[in-house]
Every structure is written in structure tokens, then in C-alpha cells.
């Protein structure tokens, strides 16, 4: 047992501390392949009075301090160093105020994303910030990694619905950024600061989001290709037709066949290509923007659109998307997700080029994802045991992440840098910036105790 778990005993109790190496074990990866590490304790937290005290302990004694969520993070964020307090926000989980006046909710930092999509819902509101992990990820962790999910076209990331947050500094002092007013230019917008820091500026402890108005309506459509530039070709026709819908999700040929085989929901295994196409709204201007949608695809060369009738078929043609990364992870023992994001006008090149760099590294590799954001999710089915085949996806990765950048993209349109992508960081933003970023932690952060060695090292 660390010297310091006694200390932190007499603030939480003993029930609120984990440190035997069975429990440390849980805590000491997320959702991401290959990475793992080991904490000194976890501590459970139920109060912003008690994270506070926790940073105030960590600070003066200079112990790293890794925030955790649910731990569904894809990009090794929450993944613990040695000699590291894990600070779990999962019991900090109660939903404070839904206010139907100003249509917003406050909630503590572990709130489950999917409690907050149904009380809203119950409300006749939305939450619109959907992450396909959203059943499982806490809102701390949402905003951390400024989470996107398959709405992101029309809605926006969780960025969009952030009005305000308490965090605890590094130095444990307790501040609230933002507020409920709609409108507010006094002085910088700091929440933003924090929004997408990986824990690495600070641990947010609550957080008050915006809701907006239930569509009254929604319009299903799923899309089957022989080629899959034709699928690409209908995204940017759709937009250029001034529609734009909530969704526009596509998978490529393994991923249909790995989804069909999982999920028997009758997808044509043959297509090289399918599009999931929704729109929301008013019933009069969606069923003509859906009308629209079909001919759109039917001109740029889809085999087959089907119009979901009633809720029932809608919900089976969203599951061939929600269920697509669960599907690729029964393939191999090891799934690595990877989510280059390119302006979309660029996404029939970036698909083929993953599609090219899968079979010169003889990988498999499965593409699916958020076609209306340019978010690409290339998919590595592999075994990190084979140390040979892990080369070569480290290859493929790097090949990718430079074409990206090329394009005028990003290493990572939504699941962050953490301990994943460090490496590459660098080259996406350029050495400028990143040296801002560093000159932020420098000052937010000076000892560097928050979630040290995640996004850049100093
Ligand atoms: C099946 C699956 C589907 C997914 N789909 C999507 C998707 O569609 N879109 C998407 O964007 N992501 C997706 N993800 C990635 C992941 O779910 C998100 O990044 C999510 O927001 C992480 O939430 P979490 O609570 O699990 O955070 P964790 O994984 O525990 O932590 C993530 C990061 O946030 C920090 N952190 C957590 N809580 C706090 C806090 N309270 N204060 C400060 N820092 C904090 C951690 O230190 C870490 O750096 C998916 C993951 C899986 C496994």
C-alpha cells in the first residue's frame, strides 16, 4: 500500500478507497487496445468538497491525479500511471435541476450520458449529443473528451450544449465557469478552456447543459452501394442540396457483413457500401426531405433505398450503426478504433486510401462511421500478441493519420489524443500551437499533476 492511501482513507473511508492490486487491476485501462497501467489507489469521491480535498492532498504532495469516468474512453485517457491517485466521478451521479424555463439540466460529472437523453426526452426536450457509448459514458468524461455521436452533423458536439461547469484547479480551488444566460461576453470563455482537456487542466465536478426542443418527427432511410464513391458522392450531393440531415452514417463492406452476422437485420452482403440516412423535424418538411434524400442516392448509384415505415423498422436500420463497433470487436482479440476526420469534401479519397493501406499491410481493417462529419472510424481487427501484425497496424495508423493531415484533417475528429495519439499531435497542429497548449498547462497546472504524460508530454 502507497504511503498516501492511509490519508486519503481518513477522507473518504475506508469503503470510497481501493488499493489491493485485484481491484487496481479494473481501473487500470479503458476502452482502448493495447494499453494498460497501473494506480496507486482509486478513490471514489461523492462530493466536489471531497475532489477538492483529494487535489488539495495530491497537490502538496505532488501525486498525479487521473480523472475517470466509466472508462470508455478510446484514446487511453484515463489509463493510470504509477504512484497515481485514479479520481472516479462515477458516484458523483445526480441529476441536480432540469429547468424547463431556460431548457436547461445540471448534473454531477458521473451522470450516465443515456440519463440525461431520457429525462430529457421525458420532458418532450433532446439532448442531442448521442456518443455510441452514451448507455455506459458519464458526462465528465463527455465533456473531457468533447464527445461527438451520430448527430453531430445537424446538432453539433458536446461542446454546443455545455453552458457552464464547476471544476476543481489543480490547486484544488473550486471554480464555476459559465452560466445559464444565452448571450455572455464577459471575459474569456474559460469552460470552453476546459471542454476537451482530457483531464489534463482540471476535474469537473458538475455540469450544466443545454436542451433543445424535440423534433416532432423522424424520417429513416438506409442506402445500399455496389460502390462505395457512390456513397461518399451522396453525402456531398445531400448537403449541396442545402439538407441537412441528423444523420449520415455509412459502413463499409466488412463492417456489413460482421454487423449482419451479429445482428441478423437482413443487410445485403454483397453491398460495398451502406448509408444511414435520418432526418428530423416538422412531418411536412422531413417527408419531402427524405423524398429528396432518395433521389439523391438513387442518382448517385444507390442499388437500394428503403424508407423505414414504422418505429419498429426505423430501429433496425439505426441498430446496423449503433451495433457496429460491438459486431467488429467479435472478430479478433484485439479492436483498435481509430477516427480520422477529414473535411468532407475529401471523403471518398480518404476511403479509398484506408481501403489501399489495409490490403499493402495485408490487415483487416473495417470503416465505418459519422460521413456527414468527414469522421472515419478505420477499424483494426488484430492481435496485439502477434508483435509482427501490431507493426504493421502501427504503420498503416501513421500512414493514415499523415494522409489525413494532408487532406486538411484531423488525427481525431472525436474520442481525443490521450496516450494514443500523442505521438502525432505534433505534426496535426503544428509545433505553434502546440506550444501554446503546453504554455496553458504550465499555468493551470504548474506541478503537472493532473493526468500527467496524456495529450503531450512537457
Ligand atoms: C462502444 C463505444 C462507442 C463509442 N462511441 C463514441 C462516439 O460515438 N463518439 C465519441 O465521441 N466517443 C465515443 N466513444 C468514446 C468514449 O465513450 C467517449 O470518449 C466518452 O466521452 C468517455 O466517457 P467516460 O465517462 O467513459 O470517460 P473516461 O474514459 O473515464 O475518461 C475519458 C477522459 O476524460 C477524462 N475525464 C473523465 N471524467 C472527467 C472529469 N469529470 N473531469 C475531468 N476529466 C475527466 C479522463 O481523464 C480521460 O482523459 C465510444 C467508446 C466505446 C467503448
Not at 308 to 321: F, G, M, P, V
Not at 438 to 443: A, D, P
Request: aromatic share 6%.
Amino acid at each position: 500500500m502507497d504511503k498516501f492511501v492511509p490519508d486519503l482513507i481518513a477522507i473518504l473511508g475506508q469503503e470510497r478507497v481501493l488499493f489491493e492490486p485485484e481491484h487496481l487491476a479494473v481501473y487500470g485501462f479503458d476502452g482502448t487496445a493495447a494499453l494498460s497501467g497501473t494506480a496507486s489507489c482509486v478513490a471514489f469521491p461523492i462530493t466536489t468538497e471531497e475532489v477538492s480535498k483529494i487535489v488539495k492532498y495530491a497537490a502538496a504532495h505532488k501525486v498525479p491525479v487521473v480523472s475517470r469516468g466509466s472508462g470508455t474512453g478510446l484514446s487511453g485517457g484515463s489509463i493510470p500511471q504509477a504512484g497515481s491517485i485514479v479520481l472516479c466521478l462515477a458516484k458523483m451521479d445526480k441529476v441536480l435541476e432540469l429547468d424547463e424555463k431556460n431548457l436547461t439540466v445540471l448534473v454531477e460529472a458521473g451522470v450516465i450520458t443515456l440519463t440525461v437523453t431520457e429525462l430529457a426526452d421525458a420532458a418532450g426536450l433532446l439532448y442531442p449529443p448521442d456518443p455510441g457509448s452514451g448507455k455506459i459514458s458519464t458526462i465528465g468524461g463527455n465533456v473531457a473528451e468533447n464527445s461527438g455521436g451520430l448527430r453531430g452533423l445537424k446538432y453539433g458536439v458536446t461542446r454546443d450544449y455545455v453552458m457552464g461547469m464547476e471544476v476543481v484547479l489543480a490547486s484544488g480551488e473550486v471554480v464555476w465557469l459559465g452560466n445559464k444566460c444565452v448571450k455572455d461576453v464577459a471575459g474569456y470563455s474559460m469552460k470552453d478552456v476546459f471542454i476537451g482537456s482530457e483531464g489534463t487542466l482540471g476535474i469537473i465536478t458538475r455540469v450544466l447543459l443545454k436542451l433543445v426542443p424535440k423534433p416532432q418527427a423522424k424520417k429513416t432511410l438506409l442506402a445500399t452501394y455496389s460502390r462505395m464513391d457512390a456513397a461518399a458522392e451522396t453525402v456531398s450531393a445531400i448537403i449541396a442540396a442545402k439538407i441537412i440531415p441528423c444523420t449520415l452514417e455509412f459502413l463499409d463492406k466488412i463492417t456489413i457483413q460482421c454487423v449482419e452476422d451479429f445482428a441478423h437485420i437482413g443487410l445485403p452482403l454483397d453491398a460495398e457500401a451502406i448509408l444511414l440516412m435520418e432526418t428530423d423535424g416538422h412531418p411536412a418538411v422531413i417527408a419531402e426531405e427524405a423524398a429528396r434524400m432518395e433521389e439523391i442516392a438513387r442518382k448517385c448509384g444507390a442499388v437500394t433505398v428503403q424508407v423505414a415505415q414504422t418505429a419498429n423498422e426505423t430501429d433496425k436500420l439505426s441498430s446496423a450503426r449503433r451495433s457496429a463497433f460491438s459486431a467488429l470487436a467479435r472478430i479478433s482479440p484485439t479492436t483498435i478504433l481509430e477516427d480520422a476526420t477529414v473535411p468532407r469534401s475529401e471523403l471518398a479519397k480518404m476511403v479509398n486510401f484506408i481501403q489501399g493501406v489495409a490490403q499493402r499491410y495485408n490487415l483487416r481493417v473495417g470503416t465505418f462511421g459519422h460521413m456527414g462529419d468527414g469522421n472515419l472510424h478505420p477499424t483494426f481487427l488484430t492481435d496485439e500478441r502477434n508483435k509482427e501484425e501490431m507493426h504493421r497496424v502501427e504503420q498503416a495508423m501513421k500512414e493514415i493519420f499523415d494522409f489525413a493531415i494532408q487532406l486538411g484533417g484531423t488525427i481525431t475528429g472525436e474520442h481525443g489524443v490521450g496516450l494514443a495519439k500523442k505521438g502525432f499531435l505534433a505534426a496535426s497542429i503544428g509545433n505553434a500551437s502546440l506550444e501554446l497548449i503546453k504554455q496553458l498547462k504550465r499555468t493551470l497546472d504548474p506541478d503537472c499533476i493532473l493526468n500527467p504524460g496524456k495529450i503531450f508530454d512537457l
